[in-house]
């Protein structure tokens, strides 16, 4: 069995994408009190313009959720395995 430790992954940054905009806002009008009025999914479209694309420009990988979850799987082993190789000749 492998343990990966903490420091083996600490230069793996991983963005995690998903729905649009708008398919945010509308989860969060169905599944949480915020996101129910018109000001608040404005305000959310806003950070997903405003904040996503820091977050986007910090991540050493992006993966896209809206694939089927065995791509996603497959995705994460393979940044743990490029990060467990490139940290091997640290």
Do not use: C, H, W
């Amino acid at each position: 069995m492998s343990i990966i430790n903490s420091t083996t992954l600490s230069k793996a940054i991983i963005f995690i994408t998903g729905m649009s905009g708008t398919g945010k806002s509308t989860v969060l009008a169905e599944t949480n009190d915020y996101g129910k009025t018109l000001e608040q999914r404005e305000e959310i479209i806003n950070y997903v313009k405003t904040v996503e694309p820091l977050l986007r420009s910090g991540a050493s990988y992006e993966i896209d959720t809206r694939q089927p979850i065995d791509q996603v799987v497959a995705e994460l082993e393979l940044i743990a395995t490029q990060q467990i190789i490139n940290n091997s000749f640290l």
